[in-house]
Every structure is written in structure tokens, then in C-alpha cells.
């Protein structure tokens, strides 16, 4: 029903800076809450970034806030990652997700994934 899939992905020295996008497909995707979650190596799956459906609420989780930017396009069927002052300790596959909860403080499960893109920073 909902199909994500993420890009802009790659490797980039520390202090630089990286956007991810992903691209959604679905009938009724614009209005799902939509964020970023992330992996680091020897790490569980964290939370990163939401956004709600009309772009006018976000959260970040404290390890970017600041650094780190959500947003998403007119439409509402494609969410970016800007990513800012990048460190080491950012590196790890970025995974797209969605739900259809109306809520960004209800995102801890979200229904819909992406496949992951890597981020690498080097020092």
C-alpha cells in the first residue's frame, strides 16, 4: 500500500553536511506522519526526526537537534534530512518511515519503512 524509498546517502568528512530524501508512493501518504529513524554500528534502531503531516510540528531527538532538519515537500509524498555538522558518531543506515497516526508524539512504531540508505562520516 505505501512504498518507501530513501537516497542521498553516502560518505562525507565530519563538519559537512548531507540531505537525505524519500520518496513515497501511496493514496493517502500526505497525510501520514512521516520521519527518520537510524542505526549505528553496535547500536539498536534510535528515533531521529518527525514531522506531522502538514509540516507544521517537528521533533528531534536530542543527539541532533540543532544539527539536523526535517521537512518535506508541497505535496507531502516526499520528507528530506537535512544533516548538518556532521561527527563520526552520525554514521549508520537511515531508515524513512511513516504512519498514519495524526500524532508525532505517537511515533515510536511507525507502520510503513524504507530499506535504509548509509551515511558514513569520516574524521
Known amino acids: 500500500q505505501v512504498q518507501l524509498v530513501e537516497s542521498g546517502g553516502g560518505l562525507v568528512q565530519a563538519g559537512g553536511s548531507l540531505r537525505l530524501s524519500c520518496a513515497a508512493s501511496?493514496?493517502?501518504?500526505?497525510?501520514?506522519?512521516k520521519g527518520w529513524f537510524r542505526q549505528r554500528p553496535g547500536k539498536e534502531r534510535e528515533f531521529v526526526a518527525v514531522i506531522s503531516w502538514s509540516g507544521g510540528s517537528t521533533i528531534y531527538a536530542n543527539a541532533v537537534k540543532g544539527r539536523f532538519t526535517i521537512s518535506r515537500d508541497n505535496s507531502g509524498n516526499t520528507v528530506y534530512l537535512q544533516m548538518n555538522s556532521l561527527t563520526p558518531e552520525d554514521t549508520g543506515v537511515y531508515y524513512c518511515?511513516?504512519?498514519?497516526?495524526?500524532?508525532?508524539?505517537?511515533?515510536?512504531?511507525?507502520?510503513?519503512w524504507g530499506q535504509g540508505t548509509q551515511v558514513t562520516v569520516s574524521s
Open positions: 501511496g493514496r493517502t501518504f500526505s497525510r501520514y506522519t
Open positions: 518511515a511513516a504512519d498514519p497516526t495524526d500524532s508525532v508524539n505517537l511515533f515510536g512504531r511507525p507502520a510503513y
